[in-house]
Each structure stands twice: as C-alpha cells, then as structure tokens.
T-cell receptor, first 116, second 113 residues
Framework: AQKVTQAQTEISVVEKEDVTLDCVYE???????LFWYKQPPSGELVFLIR??????QNEISGRYSWNFQKSTSSFNFTITASQVVDSAVYFC?????????????FGAGTRLAVHP | ETGVTQTPRHLVMGMTNKKSLKCEQH?????MYWYKQSAKKPLELMFV???????ENNSVPSRFSPECPNSSHLFLHLHTLQPEDSALYLC????????????FGPGTRLTVT
C-alpha cells in the first residue's frame, strides 16, 4: 500500500523564520516519485518539485530546499526566511509503479501561516 | 496562470439539479484528471483520461459522469448529488499518463443544498 503522512496539521511562524514541513511516505515500489504542491487561498495546487526515487540529492531553489532520505522514507521541505506570501497549505504526494505514476497519493497537508 | 482553467469557480446546486463542470488545458498535455478535495479528507483522485480514453474510475458514484471530448477539454456532469458531495473539484493535466507531474486548475467550489 502507498501512504503519505504529514504529521504537522498547522504551523505558525513569524516572517523571516525558517520552517520545515515534514513528509513521511510508505511504498513497496522501488521506482516512485515524490512531489510537493502549494495551495494558496485561491485554491489551485501549484507544483513545486518532483523527485524520483533514484535521486537522493537534496535540491535548493531560492528560499526552498528539499531533503530526500530513503533510509527514513522522508521528503522534507524547508522554507528559509519565510514570507507572508508563503502562507498556504502544502501537500506532499507520492506516485509509484504499482499504483500508476499518474495516480498521486496526497498527504493531508500542512497549513502554514506566516505572520508579519 | 498554470495553463489549466476551470469554470465555474463557484457553484451552488440543489440535489435535483443537473450541472456540469468544465476544464480546459492549454499545455498540450494528453492526460487529464478530476480530483475531489473535501474538508476532512485528503485529495482523492476520481477519474483519469489518457488520449481521451478513460483509464481509471476510482470507485466514483454514477451521479458523477465525466466526459473528455478531446485532450484539451474535460467535463464532469453532475446529477442528483448529495450534500456530502460538496467539495472543491480540481482538474489537472499531465503530459502523459505516466509523467507524474500534474498541473492543476483553480478548482470549482461546489455546494450542494
């Protein structure tokens, strides 16, 4: 079975703080993809990153960075120097060979509130 | 602007009404999806279309009827819905069925009264 757990339901920080959103996944597939999406109040899901299971290199994009660790089945997302515009719900997702790469399994999401 | 548009953005309908949700993608993708986002559940995949053919129905009740006339357009026809069907319905597309990287539209907020 495939499952994504985002244990943090809500996080509240003050602007300029760093914040890490946790994501733990379960899958029996050896080939799979991991994703992060952002859902601002407007509703649409904004794609942030896709990582395949064979690439454990961490990635940095501006203030965003992702830490993928297969040993702990985690794919955590860090925002450095958070800003009010980062306030949104963030979803971690998984797709794998057995379920079909097109079938995204989403976590419950973490609501991030960044206060000025 | 993600290249995936949905109309209407908000819809209120009674349980005896028939309505349709529309999705259009301008990305040249070949796979399209309907997802449901309820208040107390994770995002759920409803339907998958690949090159206009339905490839997945995730045990969705028959009161939801999808239609994909071409790779750019996807509809969700609604009839005799229940109040528990109130949710945000999100359309998405990806280059192919197996590309994984899906781009989402803004969603239709549906309220069934």
């Amino acid at each position: 079975a495939q499952k994504v757990t985002q244990a943090q339901t809500e996080i509240s920080v003050v602007e300029k703080e760093d914040v890490t959103l946790d994501c733990v996944y379960e899958t029996r597939d050896t080939t799979y993809y991991l994703f992060w999406y952002k859902q601002p109040p407007s509703g649409e899901l904004v794609f942030l990153i896709r990582r395949n299971s064979f690439d454990e290199q961490n990635e940095i994009s501006g203030r965003y960075s992702w830490n993928f660790q297969k040993s702990t089945s985690s794919f955590n997302f860090t925002i450095t120097a958070s800003q009010v515009v980062d306030s949104a719900v963030y979803f971690c997702a998984l797709s794998g060979f057995s379920g079909g790469y097109n079938k995204l399994i989403f976590g419950a999401g973490t609501r991030l509130a960044v206060h000025p | 602007e993600t290249g995936v548009t949905q109309t209407p953005r908000h819809l209120v309908m009674g349980m005896t009404n028939k309505k349709s949700l529309k999705c259009e993608q301008h990305l040249g993708h070949n796979a399209m999806y309907w997802y449901k986002q309820s208040a107390k559940k994770p995002l759920e995949l409803m339907f998958v279309y690949n090159f206009k053919e339905q490839t997945e129905n995730n045990s969705v009740p028959s009161r939801f009827s999808p239609e994909c006339p071409n790779s750019s357009h996807l509809f969700l026809h609604l009839h005799t819905l229940q109040p528990e069907d109130s949710a945000l319905y999100l359309c998405a597309s990806s280059l192919t069925r197996d590309s994984g990287e899906a781009y989402f539209g803004p969603g239709t907020r549906l309220t069934v009264t």
